[in-house]
């Protein structure tokens, strides 16, 4: 199967701009999870998805941080404006889930941010 | 809360020579714990998962993992380490709250030496 898809792989951008990522998950898998991977550090979940609807945003810095998945496939992430404390690599995971069992995440490769 | 502890931010270990990587983890209820592997410029990895059943989780290129309630620990282990081992490895723990999510450790260097 094709695993998940991230784009793109590297951004450099100057504090205050915009910048959005993109993740297409696993064909079929209903949930998608944003984390954030500062250098160092273990991922740390922003963000997840079970279709199109928020399971949990807690930790997302919503006066800058946005994320939608408005057909329960794609998903976007946007930053905006970009501080310098940004510069991680955002990785997108999903995942298939049933009643009866949970089979774990597939990762995409993530896209490295860079904010000068 | 669930959480997981990597006490060892790097660790050395000589090619051939056995490898093993600490974890220990903080969890209300039955633990559902992951190993994954996280090698330069690529996403995560997964090695293996303990969630129910033998202590003793066998998973992809050769590692295997010890599950141990009492001493609340998930290490991972491979009895003879490669170069190619080298690379940063994830303890993470499911949160059966809201979603599945996994919450991860902060993470292990590996460094295996020819």
């Known amino acids: 199967e094709a695993g998940v898809a991230q784009s793109p792989r590297y951004k450099i951008i100057e504090k205050r701009q915009s910048v959005a990522f993109w993740c297409n998950p696993i064909?079929?898998?209903?949930?998608l999870y944003w984390y954030q991977q500062i250098l160092g550090q273990g991922p740390k979940l922003l963000i997840q998805f079970q279709n199109n609807g928020v399971v949990d945003d807690s930790q997302l810095p919503k006066d800058r941080f946005s994320a939608e998945r408005l057909k329960g496939v794609d998903s976007t992430l946007k930053i905006q404006p970009a501080k310098l404390e940004d510069s991680a690599v955002y990785l997108c995971?999903?995942?298939?889930?049933?009643?009866?069992?949970?089979?774990?995440?597939?990762f995409g490769s993530g896209t490295r941010l860079t904010v000068v | 809360a669930q959480s997981v502890a990597q006490p060892e931010d790097q660790v050395n270990v000589a090619e051939g020579n056995p490898l093993t990587v600490k974890c220990t983890y903080s969890?209300?209820?039955?633990?559902?714990l992951f190993w994954y592997v996280q090698y330069p410029n690529r996403g995560l990895q997964f090695l293996l998962k303990?969630?129910?059943?033998?202590?003793l989780v066998k998973g992809s290129y050769g590692f295997e993992a010890e599950f141990n309630k009492s001493q609340t620990s998930f290490h991972l282990k491979k009895p003879s380490a490669l170069v190619s081992d080298s690379a940063l490895y994830f303890c993470a723990v499911r949160d059966l709250g809201a979603g599945n999510k996994l919450t991860f450790g902060g993470g292990t260097r590996v460094l295996v030496k020819p």
């Open positions: 064909s079929g898998h209903a949930t």
């Open positions: 995971a999903s995942s298939l889930e049933s009643t009866l069992m949970w089979y774990g995440y597939t």
């Open positions: 969890v209300s209820g039955n633990p559902y």
């Open positions: 303990y969630i129910t059943g033998d202590n």
